[in-house]
């Protein structure tokens, strides 16, 4: 019989630990933030385990703080907090044509989802219909007996 999940985890935990205790520098990706991938292949503990056992997760935090190695999210929120102040900088003019631009867009965008949004509507109707009729064969299939459409209407 194998690991229960919780004694897997555990040593999971345990694989991470004596990691983290014989290394001072993680490996981090080319944006400066860490690389799971090669610490889970350093470890043998597979990635998803990094995003979903909590305890694996905050110890991971905590070396990742203890090393001032950034978080993505914050790498992304200053990335955006220097595109606004650029944007700022700019003329009105530029400015305001910049925003026309950006709001026919957004328009033309919603135009496109109305009409998937229609689409996907049409096409899940399609799918009720066919599922049906597929049943109706199947049943005279099973029967040998012609099984007839209900009346327009009660689809």
Known sequence: MGISGKALGKQYLDSLRDYLSHTTELPTSDDGTLNITDIANKTGVPRQSFYKNARIKQTLEEARQSRNIPNRPVRILEEAAAISASNCTLGSGASEKKAKT?????????????????????????LKTLRLQQGREDMAIETGRRIPNPPDGHV
């Open 102 to 126: 950006l709001e026919r867009r957004v328009n033309q965008l919603e135009q496109q989802n109305a009409a998937l949004v229609a689409e996907n509507g049409e096409l899940r109707l399609q």
